[in-house]
């Protein structure tokens, strides 16, 4: 790395506003070719604006931003896109229905002579990029077919055949296994050898600083300070992002309750391929007791969602019984499942939880507006707002009012108003898909404590988590899901982060 | 440290824009309403507001039960047909048959009473509504393609039923409800405020207007809150087919005659009251108000045009262009608002 060349990007003084918030405030970070920076921060810390700036999507209000030393404007996303600047969002920019070369190669597919698409050249192509990140697919395969992880590679083949001189991932391990981050760890790793410069956005302290040379970590959108990775103490990192320290972070209850009888009974579960997109189920039988948070763990494509799904009658079951408090409960609709008392938390809170448009009070209430009519008909609405009010302080969410748009709440609150609805309707079993993805850390505690709470207070909760750590702490009881079956069950006392790995990998021994 | 830096000022673009794009199909009717009064004086006169109104009442009608469907995200092309069906039922019914009347012997008509012909033409929508929602959640058919089929079918429908011809000449009680005024008030007008408000407390404030909403706002959250969205859907094409009946047979009454060829194009001028009234068309987001104001809107625009002696040719183009031209400000203002 040589420390004396200009740094590829630098920007000094970086601030942008927005009606009634500052988004960014003086903040300056550089990054040189050959290094992986991590971008570290708390959701609404000014990582996604300082990504926007940076892409060319939005322009700052005050600062200078320097591009191999020279002032530069990146006014637009073409123009950060000719320097050398990609950006890998969260959400990726795949045209589902075309194959990985075209996808790769998207408006800049080689031509014949006769202007038409040279087919066998832009698969050769394409195949000469893709294998040098790993990613050993047919190229002439649809991009629908590929995994998560296989899309976010076609994504990165996409940036080293524009020859990328930069390469922001913004969040990308958040919808990875393990394993698939393993790999792309890797791939960051062989990118910063080829020369190139990557900015690495991620929540996942550990995964930052296993890959960055530096790191850069910003807060409430100011800079909180920019350290070498190396001698950097988790602590310092943490205290840089919250100022709290690690210890309480995922901190576990000191008293755990003994669970009671039990609320949630699953035998034989299982699902057909055809009516289901995702892992099929193969004959689930599980119990969830009253007072006990049941984690669920296993990667990506074990079936843990299809579980939690089939269970709510989101998804349609193949055949199995399903008990709530000991009584057999017919579930082919969610609408039946909160009937018989069962909520769910869905994984994507945006597309699956939230109506956006709306304000917090009608996302609030829209499961349980039976309890707040009038005549059967109309909408009490002071009722409706004082029972928001109640769960807005018992569960410290933070929104200026109830009238406020759910979409400008922070991902930790709107967790909480999604949460807040459920418990609306007292259910029995709460089922949880991944309550923390995309929440802030001391969001996350936040919710964590919730849920003991309600656990405690005699819901039986299902909680399902890609975190490991985040499983080990909240639940009482873990169960390891391994291509639609289950493949452990342990108390959480006795498990430890390399038992679970080792029983959501492996085969599962004969039952 | 930094030479170029700018202070911008700290109020700058308030949540105002936010504000504005609620408001916006109002301002544009004042200031539409201002100007056509300085141009053409008679344009203000209470005669011609009343005209106005009366004019707006029957597409307006079925724009609030447009507004139900397109908050659900989806579309009725088939109004006008059915529009025309349900006048000609509720016509047919007062003369007592459906044979073409230009006789002149309407005094022996031996009709059913109002009450046949109106329950007749609501549920001629309701079962044009019926069918055509039943289709679009049970077969997965787009709203947009068995609409275009109802389009198509009601209106063949409507000429089979007459067999071509006008029904024409109702009784005083049937012409009281299109062509009547309680005070200086068009009857038709009172029918389609009183509906608005109607239309209005339900959206606003009872479950089955959130569920609307919901519905529209994000379907599988809908449906992952508990709703039943697909009976949701369905009643929303129930509701629109139900105003489009009462609308045909408002028309009938008001023109004195029911015929086949009765509300043509009309779901372009219902679509777009809705549209230019704020409702986004991919739904849940607008409001009963905003349509009133965007009916109004385009009323008091064709009104205008014509005291001012516009071609009605180039009314159709100003119209479509104002089309274009609210959603492309909707879009901006609220493109604004993301961050």
């Known amino acids: 790395m040589a420390r004396e060349s200009p740094p590829l990007l630098a920007l000094h003084g970086i601030t942008k506003r927005f009606p009634g918030v500052t988004a960014l405030a003086d903040v300056s970070l550089d990054v040189r070719a050959g290094e992986v920076l991590g971008l570290l921060g708390e959701n609404g810390a000014g990582k996604s604006t300082l990504l926007k700036i940076v892409s060319g999507a939005q322009r700052p209000d005050a600062g200078t931003i320097t591009w191999q030393g020279e002032t530069a404007t990146l006014a637009t996303p073409h123009q950060a896109q000719q320097r050398g600047i990609v950006t890998i969002y969260q959400e990726f920019n795949l045209v589902p229905d075309l194959t990985i070369a075209e996808n790769v190669f998207i408006g800049r597919e080689p031509l014949r002579a006769t202007g038409l698409i040279d087919w066998p050249r832009l698969a050769r192509d394409t195949g000469d990029v893709t294998r040098r990140i790993g990613l050993d697919l047919d190229p002439m395969m649809s991009v629908r077919d590929l995994s998560v992880a296989e899309q976010q590679m076609v994504e990165i083949a996409r940036a080293l055949s524009m020859q990328s001189r930069l390469i922001i991932m913004d969040e990308p391990t958040s919808a990875l296994s393990e394993t698939e981050v393993a790999r792309l760890l890797r791939i960051m790793d062989s990118l910063r050898h080829a020369g190139l410069a990557v900015i690495f956005v991620t929540h996942r302290l550990t995964e930052a600083t296993g890959v960055c040379d530096r790191v850069t970590v910003l807060r409430d959108g100011r800079l909180a300070g920019t350290r070498p990775v190396a001698g950097l103490e988790m602590d310092e990192l943490i205290r840089m992002m919250v100022g709290r320290s690690a210890e309480q972070l995922y901190r576990r209850p000191a008293t755990r309750r003994a669970p009671g009888p039990v609320r949630l009974s699953i035998r034989n579960l299982r699902t057909e391929g055809v009516t289901t997109h995702g892992t099929v189920l193969h004959g689930i039988d599980l119990d969830v007791r009253q007072g006990e948070i049941v984690g669920i763990a296993g990667l990506v494509g074990a079936g843990r969602t299809e579980l939690a799904r089939a269970v709510f009658g989101a998804d349609p079951r193949a055949g199995g019984r399903i008990e709530v408090d000991g009584s057999p409960v017919r579930v082919h609709s969610p609408r039946d499942a909160i009937r018989a008392g069962i909520g769910l938390v869905p994984e994507d809170r945006k597309l699956q939880a939230l109506f956006l448009a709306l304000a917090v009070r009608h996302n609030f209430s829209i499961a349980a507006l039976g309890q707040f009519l009038s005549f059967g008909v109309f909408v009490r609405e002071r009722a409706e707002a004082e029972a928001l009010e109640h769960y807005r302080r018992t569960l410290k969410i933070r929104m200026s009012s109830g009238e406020q748009m759910v979409v400008n709440l922070s991902g930790g609150n709107q967790q909480k108003v999604v949460l807040a609805r459920w418990l609306a309707l007292k259910p029995n079993v709460l089922i949880v898909d991944e309550p923390t993805r995309g929440v802030d850390i001391a969001a996350k505690a936040e919710v964590h404590e919730l849920l003991d709470e309600l656990a405690g207070n005699g819901i039986a909760v299902m909680a399902i988590s890609s975190e490991l750590p985040e499983v080990l702490a909240i639940s009482d009881r873990i169960i390891t899901m391994r291509e639609g079956r289950i493949t452990g069950d342990l108390p959480a006392a006795e498990a430890t982060q390399e038992k679970l790995m080792a029983l959501m990998t492996l085969a599962p021994v004969d039952a | ?339």
Not at chain 2, 192 to 198: R, V
Not at chain 2, 305 to 324: A, D, E, F
């Open chain 2, 1 to 339: 440290m930094s030479q170029t830096a700018t202070e911008p000022s700290a109020t700058r673009r308030p949540d105002a824009a936010t504000l504005l794009g609620r408001v916006a199909p109002l301002v544009f009717l004042l200031v539409l309403m201002f100007v056509f009064s300085v141009l053409e004086p008679r344009f203000l006169s209470e005669l011609n507001l009343f005209n106005v109104m009366r004019q707006i009442s029957i597409t307006g009608l079925i724009a609030l039960g447009m507004t139900f469907v397109i908050l659900t995200g989806g579309i009725d092309l088939s109004v006008g047909s059915v529009v025309a069906l349900a006048g000609l039922v509720a016509g047919a019914l007062n003369k007592g048959s459906s044979a073409n009347s230009l006789s002149l012997d309407d005094t022996v008509a031996a009709g059913y009473p109002l009450i046949v012909s109106v329950g007749a033409a609501a549920l001629v929508g309701l079962g044009a509504g019926l069918v055509q929602g039943v289709a679009i959640t049970t077969l997965d058919v787009p709203p947009f393609v068995v609409t275009l089929g109802g389009l198509s079918a009601f209106r063949g429908a409507a000429l089979l039923y007459s067999g071509g011809g006008p029904i024409s000449s109702f009784d005083d009680t049937y012409r009281f409800w299109g062509q009547g005024k309680i005070g200086p008030m068009p009857v038709p007008v009172i029918v389609f405020l009183g509906f608005a408000l109607l239309c209005h407390i339900v959206l606003r404030h009872t479950r089955y207007g959130r569920h609307v909403y919901a519905v529209g706002g994000n379907a599988e959250a809908a449906r992952l809150s508990g709703l039943n969205v697909r009976a949701l859907t369905l009643s929303v094409y129930v509701i629109v087919g139900l105003f489009a009946g009462i609308a045909g047979f408002v028309l009938s009454s008001r023109l004195n005659s029911a015929e086949a060829v009765a509300g043509l194009g009309y779901e372009l001028t219902v679509i777009a009251s809705v549209v230019i009234g704020g409702t986004s068309l991919f739904g849940g987001i607008g409001s009963v108000a905003g349509t009133v104001v965007g009916a109004i809107l385009i009323g008091v625009l064709i009104n205008g045009l014509v005291l001012m002696n516009v071609s009605p040719y180039v009314q159709q183009i100003i119209i479509g262009v104002i089309i274009v031209l609210a959603v492309a400000f909707d879009r901006f203002v609220k493109g604004r608002r993301r961050r």
